[in-house]
């Protein structure tokens, strides 16, 4: 897999935290959240691409995926 496609997986995965931003404005707005989950936020996006992105790096699941060595 090249990296534009790890990049575009990443971001794309990243939709459904994304989608709680309209929750979470509304609660702040009504005073059951704070708003520095507002702040948060984009740091959890960033946090959330960066390990979906190196998690899908194929040199890492084939070191210790389990198998035997067969020779």
């Known amino acids: 897999m090249n990296r534009r496609t790890r990049i575009c997986i990443a971001l794309a995965s990243t939709c459904p935290t994304l989608l709680t931003l309209p929750v979470i404005c509304l609660l702040a707005a009504v005073g059951a ?29 084939e ?9």
């Not at 996006?45 to 979906?52: F, G, S, T």
């Not at 070191?63 to 020779?71: A, D, I, Q, Y």
């Open 33 to 61: 959240a704070p708003w520095d989950l507002l702040v948060v936020l984009p740091v959890a996006l960033v946090v959330h691409a960066a390990i979906n992105f190196f998690r899908l790096n194929p040199r890492l699941s």
């Open 63 to 71: 070191v210790g995926s389990g198998r035997p060595n067969t020779l």
